[in-house]
């Protein structure tokens, strides 16, 4: 009896990963990692501005090279690779022309940034952000947000194209339509110039389009005319019906097939959201969050619509129809740092090693192991009520009530206070911003039960996670896939492919369980208590000055 094997194919916003899994139990037979180069060199971005842009070629370069190389080494028989799933970052939106080619692939526009994909953590359209949720609460009609928190996010669809049209109208002009990145790297695989057909995720254009069933898909022309008469035309441009990604989006096309050495029957599914394919990948259900936890977190959530119906949630990324279980509502809310916090403390604290020492070799090896000392150092920290509290907003606040215009800030410093003391005090105020996450879920009428956690983090620090535990009083149960989003790409590959009949035999079939349960300690717990009101005063403060 021959294998059946399926790609998830999962886009991260430092590499790509190819991951081959047998579609009958799950198994990972294979996977291969492409670093892109052109980001790694930071062309193109600005941090200083918060801008960050990616060349797409990066992307098509790390498609390539990924699933050419985990087929060859792993020796399997393209003949029995059945189906391919793409998850990328998000919202991370991208310029095309009318054939559906990105427009930095067009020699005029290979060196424009306004011209690449706009990554998910480009803030540079805040601006155009709290434009959006004014106009959607004065402009007389719907408010297209209510669906996506009530708050619209300059990390989101909309903010990012209005924010390019007006500081580039060479771009706003060559821009036919826009695609989200899982769409556009679906399309390259399975398109033939014509984009107007291009089957479009229900998940990134419910959570970060303003697109829903119940106002006939897209915001009104009326509302988008307000903001700037050119988004009406981008509309039209767009879509009306979106898909949820156990959905075959085509076949692969003749140039892909032979450039991957794949038939060219192989199903590629509709295209879909990193963290909604790593809540897949960490066998979603009802009543669990699963927490994504890397550079930012995503939080998913299921539900039924008999549950939510017409309730919507406030101040969290977007409840949507089918964006992770077709036939559940999927809810989702995250962090705009979470490792990225830690890493920004590590590259503070290092300024003398980046500036003394000449040797590259020996500074990457000393910064490589920096974050496990500190962890190690700050667990043996005390834990009392009179020590440093941090904010986690060094790249603003994604949920609850999206503002990226926050900053962070560190309370209770003197001259005791040492490196792993802010060190743990700033891996509490990560778990804290969680716990405001857990707090709004609970507080709007969703109830969680158990939490998995997900991702580098997930998978590496005890520390954060133990900690998180006792922040949270809840056990938090950790995947044992350690691709978690590229097993759940899988795992909709394997349905679009009609391996399986649905995402629930897909889960049954593929889950790869879970391998540790983190408790809650009591005495941490009553500490914490006390500290997180500490955490919400601070936040209160900084958000009021």
């Not at 916003?13 to 892109?36: E, P």
């Not at 209510?146 to 060479?170: N, Q, T």
């Not at 509309?235 to 990604?245: E, G, I, Q």
């Not at 879909?272 to 969050?289: N, Q, R, V």
């Amino acid at each position: 009896m021959s294998k059946n094997y399926v790609i998830g194919l999962d886009f991260g916003t430092d590499s790509v990963r190819s991951v081959l899994v047998d579609a009958s139990n799950g198994d990972t037979i294979g996977s291969y990692v492409h670093w892109y180069k052109r980001w790694k060199e930071g062309r193109y971005c600005d941090p200083a501005i918060n801008q960050f842009r990616q060349h797409v070629q990066d992307h098509i370069e790390g498609m390539e090279n990924t699933i050419v190389q985990v087929i060859k080494e792993t020796g399997t028989n393209p003949e029995h690779i059945k189906g391919i799933c793409i998850d990328t970052t998000g919202s991370s939106p991208i310029p095309v022309d009318e054939s559906g080619k990105a427009l930095c692939l067009s020699p005029a526009y290979s060196e424009n940034p306004n011209a690449m994909m706009v990554l998910w953590k480009d803030h540079t359209s805040i601006n155009e952000a709290e434009e959006i949720n004014e106009v959607a609460r004065t402009w007389g009609g719907t408010d297209f947000t209510m669906y996506e928190g009530g708050i619209y996010s300059s990390e989101w669809f909309w903010a990012k194209i209005l924010h390019i049209c007006r500081i580039d109208p060479v771009i706003k002009n060559a821009a036919y339509s826009w695609v989200e990145h899982c769409d556009l790297m679906t399309y390259i695989l399975t398109g033939n110039d014509d984009i107007d057909h291009l089957k479009r995720s229900r998940c990134a254009a419910g959570h970060k389009a303003m697109w829903h069933e119940s106002w006939d898909g897209l915001p009104a022309d009326g509302f988008l005319e307000k903001l700037d008469p050119h988004l009406v035309q981008i509309k039209h441009n767009l879509y009306h019906d979106t898909y949820t990604s156990d959905i075959p989006a085509g076949n692969l096309n003749p140039e892909w097939a032979v450039r991957l050495g794949l038939p060219e029957d192989v199903v590629v599914a509709v295209g879909t959201f990193d963290a909604h394919a790593g809540a897949i990948g960490a066998e979603a259900e009802e009543f669990t969050l699963v927490r994504v936890m890397g550079t930012s977190t995503c939080d998913i959530i299921v539900s039924r619509e008999e549950i939510v119906g017409d309730k919507t949630v406030k101040g969290i990324c977007g409840q949507v129809d089918g964006s992770v279980i077709p036939g559940m509502v999927g809810l989702e809310a995250g962090q705009s740092a979470f490792g990225d916090v830690l890493a920004w403390f590590r590259d503070v604290i290092s300024w003398p090693i980046d500036n003394l020492i000449d040797d590259p070799k020996k500074i990457e090896e000393l910064k490589s192991k920096m974050i496990a000392k500190l962890s190690e150092q700050a667990s043996k920290t005390p834990l009392n009520e009179s020590v440093p509290v941090a904010l986690d907003w060094v790249n603003g606040r994604r949920t609850p009530d999206a503002d990226q215009s926050l900053k962070a800030a560190v309370m209770n410093l003197n001259l005791g206070t040492k490196a792993p003391h802010i060190f743990r005090a700033l891996v509490e105020a990560i778990c804290f911003g969680s716990k405001k996450i857990v707090d709004r879920f609970t507080d709007e009428g969703v109830e969680i039960k158990e939490v998995v956690g997900i991702g580098g983090v997930a998978k590496k620090s005890p520390f954060i996670m133990q900690t998180l535990s006792d922040v949270l009083n809840m056990p938090i149960k950790i995947a044992v896939s350690e691709q978690a989003p590229a097993l759940g790409a899988a795992m909709y590959a394997a349905v679009a492919a009609g391996i399986h009949s649905d995402i629930h035999e897909a889960i049954e079939a593929m889950g790869n369980g879970f391998e540790t349960t983190y408790h809650p300690i009591a005495a941490n717990v009553e500490i914490y208590k006390t500290l997180y009101k500490k955490y919400e005063a601070l936040g209160n403060f900084i958000e009021s000055n």
